[in-house]
């Protein structure tokens, strides 16, 4: 009788050059998870310097008299 477990039989048939290649994936997606969050936090900031607001001006036309 065949008592060999599913995960048995796949341990054993596995390509030995197919861990390498997974391993060398795994790490070329890692790497560019890593590169392209160093690009947003190296962007530099566009905010203005100074706020300024168009057509909010407020004249107190009372003390001009």
Do not use: C, H, W
Not at 43 to 48: D, H, K, S, T
């Amino acid at each position: 009788m065949n008592n060999d477990t599913t995960y048995s039989l796949l341990v054993r048939s596995e390509e030995k050059g197919r861990s390498i290649m997974e391993t060398v994936v795994y790490a070329l997606l890692g790497f560019s998870a890593i590169l392209s969050i160093l690009q947003f936090v190296q962007q530099p900031e566009r905010l203005p310097t100074t706020l300024t607001t168009q057509g909010y001006e407020i004249s107190d036309t009372s003390q001009r008299s």
